[in-house]
């Protein structure tokens, strides 16, 4: 199922799966991350965890559209364990997640098309393991209006149910509201309407 213009895909908790094949044992782990140091820190844990493992190959997207994209081999032939976990998060058009598939080698080589099968079904069982979640992406705003626009306000925000991520109500009233994309020119327009009001998009 394609998400619509302004929501994406992505997994809403930790997941973990294994799969053996010809005695080599791999370890699937799944994150939700929305920024590399998230990546780093998760990476550096499973290396400490599983210090003596042979490889730590993984694929991670970040962004809505998941326009960062990385993939490591770590030592395995190239493209044989990177791309066919990636190849997982796109076809599942998953984004902001880490996959890390962490092998133990167990004496029998599986050769470039087993590689390649074993690293792909490896992050199909630990997407398979993982709720896949969809999320909207929002247009941030800070509006500032005086006081006596305020019941303006209050109804466009009652109407238009945008979320209120902040607000102060002073001689100066201030609100950080945060709505879907696809829903954010509406409530531009209805706010510009509104006397004394200034607006700033995040």
């Known amino acids: 199922m394609e998400p619509a213009d302004d929501s994406y895909y992505t997994i ?16 699937a782990y799944a994150w939700p991350v929305t920024d590399e140091r998230q990546i780093r820190d998760a990476l550096d844990g499973l290396r400490k965890r599983y210090y003596d493992a042979t490889h730590h190959c993984y694929a991670w997207r970040l962004g809505p559209e998941g326009e960062n994209v990385r993939m490591n081999d770590d030592g395995e032939p190239s493209s044989t364990a990177g791309r066919p976990i990636l190849g997982q ?28 099968a074993a690293y792909k079904e490896s992050a199909a069982a630990v997407l398979d393991a993982a709720e896949v979640v969809q999320r909207t992406v929002n247009t941030v705003l800070r509006i500032e209006f005086g006081y ?15 979320e209120v991520l902040g607000q102060q109500f002073d001689n ?14 509406q409530l531009l327009e209805r706010l510009r309407n509104v006397e004394s009001m200034s607006i700033d998009l995040k």
Do not use: H, W
């Not at 809403?12 to 370890?27: C, N, R, V």
């Not at 303006?152 to 238009?160: A, L, N, S, Y």
């Open 12 to 27: 809403a908790a930790p997941a973990e799966a294994i799969y053996k094949d010809k005695g080599s044992k791999f370890l």
């Open 89 to 116: 998060l796109l076809s599942r058009q998953v984004t902001d997640a880490l996959v890390v598939v962490v092998r133990y080698f167990g004496g029998t080589k599986l050769g470039v098309p087993g590689l390649i």
């Open 148 to 162: 006596l626009a305020m019941n303006d306000v209050m109804r466009i925000v009652k109407e238009m149910q945008p």
């Open 172 to 185: 100066a009233c201030t609100m950080t509201l945060s709505i879907r994309r696809s829903r954010s020119q």
